[in-house]
């Protein structure tokens, strides 16, 4: 199996557990923010190397990265806590589900 798609998979498991977990708390968006970031420059290398994935992995990884991006930019802002919140949510069930997905494409392929 390609080195590459290993630590893939692997760095997959820590994001979603920090979706889950850890991005309630500022620093924990942070965290896993750059972990995600590290995560899709990986993806990026696997796609270049020619392995692919389902489209809903892709479109669901950037779309949930571009959504705790802006969450953490709406943290700074005053009384923005409902707003981060809900984007909070909603990106942490778009990794999680994006990890679904490039996992069973990983068990299938």
């Not at 750059?34 to 779309?63: C, E, K």
């Not at 709406?74 to 923005?80: A, I, K, L, V, W």
Request: glycine residues 10%; contains cysteine.
């Amino acid at each position: 199996m390609n080195s590459v798609l290993v630590v893939h998979f692997w760095l997959g498991i820590l994001v979603a557990a920090c979706a889950a977990l850890f991005v309630w708390f500022k620093l924990g968006r942070r965290i896993t923010l750059y972990l995600l970031s590290l995560q899709l420059l990986l993806g990026i290398v696997l796609m270049a190397q020619g392995l692919r994935a389902p489209t809903p992995h892709y479109v669901l990884a950037l779309a949930g990265w571009a959504g705790y991006m802006g969450a953490n930019y709406m943290g700074r802002q005053p009384d923005s806590k409902q707003n981060v919140l809900v984007l909070t949510v909603l990106s942490s069930a778009m990794i999680l589900l994006a990890a679904y997905i490039g996992a069973r494409a990983g068990s299938l392929g």
